[in-house]
């Protein structure tokens, strides 16, 4: 017997919630996806100004394991704290809104 797939376990399992549900999950993998992004962009200029995780930190008056964790996307980045890491990287904080897909 085949084993089942995550793409068929995540397919299911939307199919058998409630609208209400759908709408959580909807907001929650929406928020979930932006941390990831904002995360990988912060590593990604990190990485390209030549800092460690512990250098950023000390330029940002945080510790190294904040730095991983926004890097993670583990936390959801405040603006304020993305201000930090530009001026940490003599970078500007930008925002972009565009059309839901």
Do not use: H, P
């Amino acid at each position: 017997m085949a084993r089942t797939t995550i793409d068929e376990l995540k397919k299911n399992r939307l199919a058998a919630m409630t609208a209400d549900e759908r709408a959580v999950f909807d907001e929650t993998y929406e928020a979930t996806r932006l941390a990831l992004d904002v995360g990988e962009k912060v590593r990604d200029a990190r990485e390209a100004a030549g800092f460690s995780q512990r250098e950023l930190a000390a330029r940002m008056g945080t510790s190294q394991a904040a730095v991983a964790r926004l890097e993670a996307g583990g936390v959801g980045a405040t603006l304020t704290t993305l201000q930090k890491v530009a001026a940490a990287l003599d970078l500007k904080v930008t925002v972009e809104l565009s059309a839901a897909s």
